[in-house]
């Protein structure tokens, strides 16, 4: 079963940019469409931004779009969240997660497997 490890977070100010990353163990990782969750205190987790395996196809929930950017490394068995322009509200614990079905990643739904996550603070 694929594995995934989340790095990059921290403290930031608003207005600020950080790159996290999601390592995989998968070998055939590019099977894998991959996606970017978040779960704020307080609230459910919930989606920010999707990636096909072969990286073409992208998706955005409306709250990141045009300041989020997804991507991914399959030769590196990385992938990618470029967030740029952070704000106070996108603060929460940030989860990649893996899925063979880009459909269920956008929808959240038993997904093959979820990082432990990595906190971004975005501070005013």
């Known amino acids: 079963q694929v594995q995934l490890v989340e790095s990059g977070g921290g403290l930031v100010q608003a207005g600020a940019s950080l790159r996290l990353s999601c390592a995989a163990s998968e070998r055939t990782f590019s099977d894998y469409a991959m996606g970017w969750f978040r779960q704020a205190p307080g609230k459910e987790r919930e989606f920010v931004a999707a990636?096909?395996?072969?990286?073409?196809?992208?998706y955005y929930s409306d709250s990141v779009k045009g300041r989020f950017t997804i991507s991914r490394d399959n030769g590196k068995k990385t992938a990618y969240l470029q967030m740029n322009n952070l704000k106070t509200e996108d603060t929460a614990v940030y989860y990649c997660?893996?899925?063979?079905?880009?459909?269920?990643?956008?929808?959240?739904?038993?997904?093959?497997?979820w990082g432990r996550g990595t906190q971004v603070t975005v501070s005013s």
């Open positions: 990636i096909s395996g072969h990286g073409i196809l992208t």
């Open positions: 997660a893996a899925d063979r079905s880009l459909g269920r990643v956008r929808e959240m739904y038993q997904l093959d497997a």
